[in-house]
């Protein structure tokens, strides 16, 4: 039980530290946090929900043990958080299962996701023809310290697919981490050499496009993978498709009182909020370090109310804790809290809205905008999209980028940078080098941003023309 708890407050700790300055914005580990408590708040509730200690331990381990069966990564995120807490849990958990293709609803084979190894390439190369390949997608971003990119590639197929309706292209998805060397310009999307060697993956886009990177993984979306040479051998030993699985059942999460219920669902939707960073447009919307002030320590405080004796004495040290919640969030988040309980828990006296005079905007979304442009910036993120057909609609070419501002004019320059994501469709220029994200730099902005307008960070190192403006003010 300990550890379990131990996991929900090192969760916190860790959205904390991703965000505390936006120079050092880790999105991903954002993301990745708040997404292990989607399915497992609940059984963690109903975990700590006895006084009986035994009975706790046992529930502790059932919850625990499904939570590792969720993937090698998310039993790698179990074992190092836990181990950052001062708990060896390695030995108690399951092994994961390696990926392996599995059926979709038509009893068809699916492509899983491999690491980029010699072996797996020589795999692809027959099937699919990377020479006449055109980068459909390229997101560079930091991760902290590091740099990661995702890569998204229209591939050719070399096998014959079903007559009749065409099928969507074919996708082949890569992941990269620590990168290297990045370098991409918009005439450099077509002609790929992807190659993996011991200790580094180097990809080659156009004539003069590359990624350097130290590890990655890669997976082919294609509907039509099943018709392929390694499909059909992936279809002769996979298994056919059943109503059973063949991963542990979910814990229950029956026998939660009113109160205790509201808790964990105030909390999970707190979780789906900070969660929601994973799309870039939210990134610079979501009070992540007010919502981590809200629930600090908030596994201690639930595991001291679910192990009451009696549970109206539960109950009462469950709505204890929702108060304590929403007083740590302070204002600017304790009408949100009063709203979300009267919305979504029907309990809306648990806590006491504030008067007129000190409410706050019941949003988590709003900002502030901030008047001046700034001369220098932190790129945290810089994606290109090529025009493309998705989902029986038109998408033009876009850009995006996530950036790190100083403090506006008439600020403390001591007060902490802040995010800001904005977009642009039809760039004519997108020119982007691996000394853009090394920290802050030159920012020169020429034109207006709603008409024609060009952004240059870095003496060049990124370079972005949008003959239409940006999404908003990049200030």
């Known amino acids: 039980m300990s550890v379990l708890v131990a996991l929900l407050d090192r969760s916190v700790e860790q959205i904390a530290m991703s965000a505390a300055d936006v120079r050092w914005f880790d999105r991903e580990a954002i993301r990745a946090a708040s997404d292990v408590w989607d399915n497992n708040l609940f059984p963690l509730f109903w975990a700590v929900s006895t006084s009986k200690v035994d009975e706790r331990e046992r529930r502790a381990m059932t919850v625990l043990k499904w939570m590792a069966g969720l993937g090698e990564r998310r039993r790698r995120w179990m074992i190092e958080q836990a181990a950052i807490s001062g708990y060896d849990v390695e030995s108690l958990l399951p092994s994961a299962e390696p990926y392996a293709p599995c059926r979709d609803y038509r ?57 009749g309706t065409p099928a969507p292209p074919a996708l082949l998805d890569v992941w990269l981490d620590d990168v290297t060397d990045a370098a991409f310009d918009l005439f450099d999307r077509r002609g790929v050499i992807l190659e993996a060697g011991p200790s580094e993956i180097a990809i080659s886009l156009g004539t003069g496009g590359r990624l350097r990177a130290t590890a990655g993984e890669f997976r082919l979306d294609d509907r039509s993978w099943h018709l392929s040479a390694a499909g059909r051998r992936a279809d002769a ?107 979504h828990a029907g309990s809306p006296a648990l806590i006491e809205v504030p008067k007129a005079a000190e409410r706050t905007p019941t949003s988590l979304a709003d900002t502030t905008a901030v008047s001046g442009a700034p001369k220098q910036a932190v790129l945290s993120m810089a994606a290109w999209t090529a025009a493309h057909t998705g989902y029986r609609s038109e998408h033009p070419a876009a850009a995006q980028l996530q950036l790190a501002l100083p403090p506006g004019p008439g600020e403390d320059s001591s007060a902490p940078w802040r995010l800001r994501t904005v977009s642009c469709t039809g760039p004519d220029v997108f020119h982007l080098r691996t000394h853009a994200f090394q920290g802050p730099g030159s920012l020169v902005q020429a034109g207006k941003p709603t008409a024609a307008c060009s952004l240059d960070l870095h003496g060049g190192a990124l370079l972005i023309s949008a003959g239409d403006g940006w999404s908003a003010s990049v200030s």
């Open 107 to 163: 009893g068809h084979v699916m492509a899983a996701q491999h690491g980029l190894t010699p072996r797996l390439l020589d795999d692809l190369v027959p099937d699919y023809g990377l020479a006449t390949a055109s980068v459909r997608h390229l997101q560079v971003e930091r991760a902290g310290t590091h740099l990661t990119a995702f890569l998204q590639l229209d591939v050719d197929r070399r096998f014959a697919v079903e007559e």
């Open 237 to 343: 030993v996979t298994p056919p498709r059943t109503g059973q699985s063949g991963h542990l059942r979910q814990p229950p999460a029956e026998g939660l009182g009113a109160d205790a219920r509201a808790a964990a669902t105030l909390l999970r939707h707190a979780m789906w909020e900070l969660r929601s960073v994973r799309y870039a447009e939210r990134a610079d919307r979501v009070p992540v370090l007010g919502l981590c002030r809200a629930f600090s320590r908030a596994g201690e405080a639930i595991l001291d109310a679910g192990s009451r004796r009696g549970s109206r004495n539960r109950e009462a040290a469950f709505r204890d804790v929702i108060r304590t919640w929403a007083d740590q969030g302070g204002p600017e988040l304790f009408r949100w809290f009063a709203g979300f309980l009267k919305e």
